[in-house]
């Protein structure tokens, strides 16, 4: 599933292309992928992108008394094509039309969907959301690690409730870069181990951003991103060389290296 690192390249590639243009249509093969009551905004005057936002793992296009969520799915893609494109090969599962011809296209969003949420909706479900990682710089495993000591690590990275926009990749990542077991619980990491996972987490979604992210998605012009896990789906681990082990954390398969991420509770 695209994470955090892939949708912001997304909504930073979105951003200048279509703030300030207005959707005036779109198509599906899927129809309960979109809810996008276009005659409602029509009416209103109110088909203009105001902003393009992320939140969690979602793209936000705020269209004034209204925000477009898109969601992905398991592995989808949001595509660009410029006024004047060639029609896209295949069936597109959703295409957005925006004025002068220019299209927003949603591929493979199998479990994706784009809604149409109004204002009070919109900002229920935002507020559903844990911390961004990226938008709150201050560590928040400190007041977890109080009120939930219990919760393992990888799980509590992996709570949408809790840290948004972090899953199964970038939580793998960033215990192995903080030399941290997934399994180990919160309440088990000393004040510096605390630290040392927070600053983790922040730098490898900043170092995936870098990269465009993930080399199984891709950015609004169909280019791949270049980031490389150094243990999440892997045989070996990149830092040391050594067999990496796969297992199941809540339901999710979840890698680790087990010379880099000795300490356990
Ligand atoms: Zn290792």
Redesign the pocket.
Known sequence: MPELPEIETIVRGLRPIAVGRRIVGYDTRQPKAINLPLDELRARGRQEIQAVDRRGKSAVIRLQIADLWLHLGLQGQLLYDPPGAPPPTGEPMVSILLEDGARLRLERIFMGHAHLLDSAASAARAAKLGVDPLELPDNCLRGLAAKKPGLGCKAVLMDQALVAGVGNVYSDEAL?RARLHPARKLGSLSPDEVERLWAAVREVLSESIECGGDETYTDLAGRAGTFTPR?HGRKD??????P?LRQAFGGRGGYL?P???LTRE
């Open positions: 192995h243990v681990c990149a830092t040391c060389g050594g990496t290296c010379t880099c991420q």
